[in-house]
């Protein structure tokens, strides 16, 4: 089930609206980044000198440069790292159109799910960013003591919270919050290793840019597998 669900949803990647909700993600979380950069830069120029004495060397004016390449590259360096979170957050927000394509492709039928305000998106989005951001900076430190098992630690990790907000990302649209969770615990294996899958291609750069259309779409086909809708 797992498997078949993840090759379905591979084969609608190309889907329009597919394409719209990981551009959007993506178009986010580079013009943030692109704003956080920009912002730097001008607190750069505002608390930088264009001179400064230097003790054996003198007046220098070059300082300023320095900062700015220094912090473009730094940028670069972080980008590669939050680049992911960020885009899932913002991806967040419009992940339901994602189940509707699904839905619409591969099980007609239904019902229109009862949809999130944007409010409701918004918040979720930001709560399972913290959440995600805050369990992997503690997964550091197991990390250390893990060695060689630490990308199987990684993928068990992410895999649980992949797993269990994707999951009840979908669900909750058909059966409300406290069903869905419900649903969620009944089904914890399947739902961890769907999720643990999601969470393998999380170590591959722009691969892992995917992950919560792909994650989603995912779901979608093992919720309706596991209700037999």
Request: charged share 15%.
């Amino acid at each position: 089930m797992i498997l078949s669900s993840f090759l379905a949803a591979i084969g609608q990647l190309g889907d329009r609206r597919f394409l719209k909700v990981f551009a959007l993600g993506v178009g986010l979380a580079l013009a943030l980044l692109f704003a956080i950069y920009a912002l730097f830069l001008q607190l750069i120029g505002w608390f930088t000198p264009d001179a400064l004495t230097l003790p054996f060397i003198g007046e220098v004016r070059w300082v300023k440069d320095l900062l700015g390449w220094g912090s473009l590259l730094l940028m670069i360096g972080l980008s590669v790292f939050l680049m992911v979170p960020v885009a899932a957050l913002f991806s967040g927000l419009f992940l339901e159109d994602v189940a509707d394509a699904v839905e619409d492709r591969h099980y007609p039928r239904l019902a229109p799910a009862q949809g999130q305000s944007f409010y409701e998106g918004l918040l979720r989005s930001v709560n399972f960013f913290g959440v995600l951001i805050v369990v992997n900076i503690l997964a550091l430190v197991l990390y250390l003591f893990v060695g060689p098992l630490a990308p199987l630690m990684f993928w068990a990790v992410n895999g649980y919270l992949l797993g269990r907000e994707y999951f009840e990302t979908v669900a909750a649209r058909r059966l409300g919050p406290t069903e869905a969770k419900a649903l969620r615990k009944a089904n914890g294996g399947t739902v961890w290793l769907a999720g643990a899958l999601m969470a393998a291609p999380l170590s591959f750069p722009f691969v892992n840019l995917v992950i919560p259309v792909l994650g989603v779409a995912t779901f979608t086909h093992i919720f309706h597998r596991l209700t037999g809708r």
